[in-house]
Structures are given as C-alpha cells and as structure tokens.
Antibody, heavy 121, light 111 residues
Framework: QITLKESGPTLVKPSQTLTLTCTFS??????????VGWIRQPPGKALEWLGD???????RYSPSLKSRVTITKDTSKDQVVLTMTNVDPVDTATYYC?????????????WGQGTLVTVSS | QSALTQPPSASGSPGQSVTISCTGT?????????VSWYQQHPGKAPKLMIY???KRPSGVPDRFSGSKFGNTASLTVSGLQTEDEADYYC???????????FGGGTKLTVL
C-alpha cells in the first residue's frame, strides 16, 4: 500500500525559506521509473505543479518557480524534500506530494493528504 | 492563469452524461498522449481518474471515460451519481517546458 505524508511549518514569514518533507511508504524511490512530485493549491484555486524528482535523481521544475524551488531525495529515509526560497503571501497554499511512475505517463496516482502553508508576517 | 483551459462549471442530473473539455496547444495536449484527469472533493486530495488520455486506474468506475481530438481533451461522466459532484482537473505533459501543466478546474454539479 502506497502512502505519502507532507510535513513542515504551517506558518512562514515573507522572504523566508520554506522546507517541506514528504515521507512515503509502499515504494522505493530507487526503483526504475518511479518519481515523486510536488503540487500546490492556493485556497479556492487550481492545482499548480511545482516539480518532480525521479529514481535516477533527474529533476524537473516549473519554469515559473525554477529559480526558487529545489527538490531533493533521501532514499535511505524514504523522504523527498521541497525547498522554496524567498516566499511571498501568494505562496500560501496546500502543498501536496504525490507518487508517479513512467508506467502511467505523467500522472500522479497516489497523493498525500496535503499540508496548508500560510505565508504571513 | 492556468496553462490548460477548462470551463469553470458543468452540471447534469442523476443518470445523465456530462462532458468536460480541456483545451491546450500542440505543445501539450495535442502533442502527447499524457493527458490525465483528477477528481477532487472539498477538503480532500485529488484522485487520479484517467491517465494517458483514456486509461482508467484500477477501481475507477467505467462511467468515467477520456478522449482527445487535436488540442482538446475531454472527460465524460456517464450515468451521473451524486457522489460525482466534485472539482475536476485536467493535466498534460508540456514538451515546450518539459513540465506538467494543469487546467483551471471544473466544478461539476449533480442537480
């Protein structure tokens, strides 16, 4: 059974760095074709893809956030970390991590419950 | 503004069929068979309903079907049930940005 869970601060001040951890189980991020992505959703708004990391450490980022977002993995801990620098109130959103494999194209088949992050002074 | 265009709302009565469109460009929807659809109930995480244009993950009812013509993909829900009332999002791989792009979402109301 695949599960993912996001953790991190619920409140961050503007200009600070946000660090979120995705802890997963039921799969290995060292298995060929496997990836984990980050997606966010501002309150009442649409989903926005932030980036992916894959089993071979390949990474892809949203062009609009590429300068501020970094995704890393710790295979030994079954964790993926999202770092976002210089946050702004517009970054207030529920942040999700999700599992994907090349077997299902560019789809996310298992999602975490999400964590709401508020950016405010 | 989302990269893919969806109608903000759709509706139908129980038992009827409804189709939700998702329009992109030749660099995303039209250029790849990597269109997905997600269902999201209020306060819940999205759920994958369709992947690779028209494939259903295990456990998704066959009332849900997907298709694509040119730069527009569609999700059809047949035999509407009250539990189908939710927000639906399309997504696609974008070759121009080597990225995943989402639509703005469609709120489906079952009258």
């Amino acid at each position: 059974q695949i599960t993912l869970k996001e953790s991190g601060p619920t409140l961050v001040k503007p200009s600070q760095t946000l660090t979120l951890t995705c802890t997963f189980s039921g799969f290995s991020l060292s298995s060929s074709g496997v990836g984990v992505g980050w997606i966010r959703q501002p309150p009442g708004k649409a989903l926005e893809w932030l980036g992916d990391i894959f089993w071979d450490d390949d990474k892809r980022y949203s062009p609009s956030l590429k300068s501020r977002v970094t995704i890393t993995k710790d295979t030994s801990k079954d964790q993926v970390v999202l770092t976002m620098t210089n946050v702004d109130p517009v970054d207030t959103a529920t942040y999700y991590c999700a599992h994907k494999t090349l077997l299902i194209g560019e789809s996310f088949d298992y999602w975490g419950q999400g964590t709401l992050v508020t950016v405010s002074s | 503004q989302s990269a893919l265009t969806q109608p903000p709302s759709a509706s139908g009565s129980p038992g009827q069929s409804v189709t939700i469109s998702c329009t992109g460009t030749s660099s995303d929807v039209g250029g790849f068979y990597y269109v997905s659809w997600y269902q999201q109930h209020p306060g819940k995480a999205p759920k994958l309903m369709i992947y690779e244009v028209n494939k259903r993950p295990s456990g998704v009812p066959d009332r849900f079907s997907g298709s694509k013509f040119g730069n527009t993909a569609s999700l059809t829900v047949s035999g509407l049930q009250t539990e189908d009332e939710a927000d639906y999002y399309c997504s696609s791989y974008s070759g121009s940005n080597i990225a995943v792009v989402f639509g703005g979402g469609t709120k489906l109301t079952v009258l």
